[in-house]
């Protein structure tokens, strides 16, 4: 698949030359290749996280998945990002796929501070971050609260759970209250891609069907900052921002006002993908990532 780019200022515009939808044949070679992944869990203050690790001595980079998936959606990253030589690991935060609460015990911590105690338990003093939707608010939250422990950041299809009144006015404006009710492959998935990759889009709705055990739902874990715009200028860490142009959350314009904010950031905007870039369009996700992470 083809693409050129275009830079303006901070504004790196991805454009495909062409699009076609992935090989069906793309998704037993993925799904293969990532269950081979080791996999463990941590004992944290109120539940045993659930991770999956390359290992190896390559750079680590941190995967945070979407609140409609959990680490088994990096069907397209874990392989790609490790043949490119770096230690790759993904975890289910509390709620979500196989790590397990510990209602017993103090609840809920914060996804930031579980992931630092992953790298802690891991040994590992940096790392890279990469956080899609949901797992862009814990990435936004780390970065804040740890930038000691950065390598870099990757936000991506992410509205990074910031306060601003009138941010959450604008949310409004493009989301109605209705907008939660509909399906979340017609939420989260591209037209382009829905119309165009069936078998793709079956996958991540069974993936999405069983990222959260049963029971009844985790306490949700807040946030150790109160996100505004105006925290977001403290940010040094070398910053890549993605979004799809078919993203119904964050939209071009909405990530440009992270871009306006993280000084020096980079930003990548995918044409006709939706809210899950790194799924619907993993070629130009992997490319601009590794890319970037490889000046880092």
Do not use: C
């Amino acid at each position: 698949m083809g693409y050129g780019e275009r830079s303006s200022g901070a504004l790196s515009i991805l454009r495909l030359a062409t699009w076609a939808a992935l090989g069906l044949s793309a998704f037993p070679i993925a799904t293969l290749l990532a269950q081979t992944v080791p996999e463990e869990y941590l004992n944290v203050p109120g539940a045993r996280i659930f991770y999956r690790d390359t290992g190896g001595s390559g750079v680590p980079v941190v995967l945070l998945h979407a609140a409609t998936g959990s680490s088994r959606v990096w069907e397209y990253q874990i392989p790609a990002f490790t043949a490119a030589g770096y230690r790759v690991i993904a975890f289910d935060r509390r709620g979500w796929g196989r790590t397990e609460i510990n209602a017993s015990e103090s609840q809920p911590g914060t996804a930031a501070d579980d992931l630092l105690a992953l790298l802690d338990h891991l040994k590992l003093d940096r790392a890279h971050v990469v956080g899609t939707a949901a797992g862009g608010f814990v990435a936004l939250d780390f970065a804040l609260s740890y930038p000691q422990r950065l390598r870099s950041l990757v936000f991506a299809n992410s509205i990074g759970g910031v306060q601003d009144p009138d941010f959450i006015q604008l949310g409004l404006r493009i989301r109605p209250p209705q907008f939660n009710t509909l399906p979340p492959e017609f939420r989260e998935l591209g037209p382009s891609y829905r119309a165009g990759n069936a078998e793709g889009t079956e996958r991540w709705m069974a993936l999405e069907k069983i990222s959260r055990p049963l029971g009844p739902p985790a306490q949700a874990q807040p946030m150790r900052n109160h996100m505004t715009f105006a925290m977001l200028e403290s940010i040094r860490t070398p910053t890549l921002l993605i979004t799809g142009g078919a993203d119904l959350y964050a939209p071009p314009p909405v990530l440009q006002l992270f871009a306006s904010r993280i000084k020096g950031s980079e930003v990548v905007i995918v044409p006709e993908a939706g809210h899950s870039t790194y799924w619907e369009q993993p070629e130009v996700f992997n490319r601009a990532v590794l890319a970037f992470l490889g000046k880092h």
